[in-house]
């Protein structure tokens, strides 16, 4: 990958290039950012420039025969080291048993989120794991000899994942076979061993600036820049979420939010004749939208309370505007933080379950009371 061809991130790009210029690329990096910045891409660019054969100012050449292999994923001294689930055996399972959906998945998308990657390999409900085997082998062919480039580069994608198994790995991170690189991308630092983290070097990759985003959604879609504008801030940094915003159908998210929320206002807790039909009739309506649309409908519904919270506690938003600023001053005039962090964590959980394949119907009426416990400013129970 390109470093041009990496969403935003330019003082991270920068820095990146300067290390490899000056020979100052660490042994082992941890590059640290939420979901959806392009930790991955920027680890794929920095790969490819510390390897290009004919490398420019602020980019790799693009054509060499390195190059080339890496924008393939192919490079024979670039290893790649993921959460998998159990293939067939009862063998704890490695990468190299996904290396081709993984070489895919990257080609389709290397800003998806680890979600995306699991389903993609039909891992639905399982979890995905980077086992002790995987640090083993990792240990194999990093003291091998490199085939064409100057340095082996272990890429690990989530070393979260790696869990107590990342004990492995202290001993050949802490001393490293001679031109080796490890890269480690992290989301959830507070997931990783201490001993790890401060084996590595820490290089932070904030979410992506909107004004970033905005400009690779009108590079990638055809979109004129208010739809643009309107993605990127819903998607608050995260590329992968603002692709599926994009991809998706060009939706009617405000209003779909508006007409559930008044529903869930007016629901009585104990719904006799007629309470709760609205609801009802929603519910079946969202259904019918899939999974993904629903993904995006919470998505949307969470940088919603995020900016009625903001509103009411300032009295403007900077991102609303029209009848979705009205509504969220409304809301924002009702409910307290408490109260709209108490939706935030429904929202999640809603989320949580939707990914996970829960049937919509029955998840969205029981949280649906939630919510309404919520307006009424009852304790709920989150799980
Ligand atoms: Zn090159």
Not at 81 to 89: A, Q
Not at 137 to 146: F, G, P, Q, V, Y
Not at 315 to 341: I, M, P, T, V
Request: hydrophobic share 40%; net charge negative.
């Amino acid at each position: 990958m390109l470093f041009k061809d990496v969403v935003g991130q330019q003082a991270v790009k920068q820095k990146m290039i300067n290390m490899a210029r000056t020979g100052r690329v660490p042994h082992a990096m941890m590059l640290l950012g939420p979901e959806g910045n392009g930790n991955l891409p920027l680890a794929l660019a920095l790969t490819q420039y510390i390897q290009c054969e004919n490398r420019q100012e602020d980019d790799s050449c693009g054509v060499c025969p390195s190059c080339n292999k890496n924008q393939k994923f192919v490079h024979p001294d670039v290893h790649f080291t993921f959460p998998v689930v159990p293939k067939k055996s009862d063998e704890p399972p490695v990468s190299a048993d996904y290396i081709t959906d993984w070489r895919s998945a990257l080609t389709a998308n290397p800003y998806m989120n680890v979600n995306d990657w699991l389903q993609g390999i039909g891992a639905e409900n399982r979890q995905g794991n980077i086992t002790v085997r995987e640090c083993h082998e990792i240990i194999k062919t990093m003291s091998l000899k490199t085939y064409e480039s100057e340095n082996k580069v272990q890429i690990i994608w989530l070393a979260e994942f790696l869990k107590e198994a990342g004990n492995t790995l202290l001993k050949i991170i802490e001393e490293p076979p001679a031109d080796t690189i490890f890269i480690l991308i992290v989301e959830n630092v507070e997931m990783v061993l201490n001993t790890i983290i401060s084996r590595t070097q820490l290089i932070k990759a904030n979410a992506i600036d909107d004004a970033d985003v905005k400009e690779a959604l009108l590079k990638k879609f055809e979109m004129d820049e208010g739809a643009a504008r309107r993605i990127a801030r819903i998607a608050d940094g995260n590329y992968n979420a603002a692709i599926n915003i994009a991809e998706g159908q060009e939706s009617e998210n405000d209003k779909l939010l508006h007409k559930w929320l008044v529903c869930c206002f007016n629901l009585k807790l104990k719904p006799s004749a007629g309470n709760g039909s609205n609801l009802v009739d929603w519910i079946e309506e969202f259904a019918k939208i899939g999974r993904e649309n629903q993904k995006i409908f919470l998505k949307y519904a969470l940088f919603f309370l995020r900016e009625c919270a903001l509103v009411s506690l300032t009295g403007h938003s900077e991102k609303l505007e029209g009848e979705e600023l009205k509504f969220a001053q409304g809301l924002g005039a009702k409910l307290g933080d408490e109260q709209f962090e108490k939706l935030a964590a429904i929202i999640n959980q809603l989320y949580y379950h939707v990914e996970r394949n829960a049937n919509p119907k029955i998840l969205f009426m029981s949280n649906s009371f939630k919510i309404a416990s919520v307006f009424k400013g009852e304790a709920v129970e989150i799980d």
